[in-house]
């Protein structure tokens, strides 16, 4: 998680490349970790940088994980450059987002 960190500090100073490396380190050590695999799909996308996609078992992982657990946080932005996900996904990702970041405010009634 440590390696994950760093790599997130590195993104936020523009030093994207070691980013990208540190990240490829953490998922050999870490290869089940979603936020590792959150933060590399973020970077890729902010780099629009698909010349070396992820491997689609990795892919299916972090779907998989994302749609067990409707409390990660993840924004659904990034999700939309996999070329496995299906409009349904999205919709339900943007969903989840939503009831994560503003749960409170969707609770209430309308004006």
């Known amino acids: ?3 994950a960190n ?8 523009a030093r994207t490349d070691e980013a990208q ?3 490829q380190r953490a998922l050999k050590i ?3 970790s979603f936020k590792i695999k959150g933060i590399l799909f973020s970077l890729k996308q902010l780099l629009c940088d698909w010349s ?7 892919e ?8 067990a657990n409707p409390a990660h946080q993840f924004s659904p932005l990034p999700l939309m450059a996999l070329p496995q996900i299906t409009p349904e996904q999205l919709l339900k990702a943007g969903h989840q987002f939503a009831h994560t970041q503003w749960s409170y ?4 009634p309308p004006l």
């Open 105 to 108: 405010h969707l609770a209430q």
């Open 52 to 58: 070396a996609p992820i491997p689609s078992d990795i």
């Open 30 to 32: 870490e290869p089940n």
């Open 60 to 67: 299916a992982q972090f779907l998989d994980d994302l749609f």
């Open 6 to 13: 760093l790599a997130q500090l590195m993104i936020d100073y």
């Open 21 to 23: 490396s540190t990240l």
């Open 1 to 3: 998680m440590a390696l």
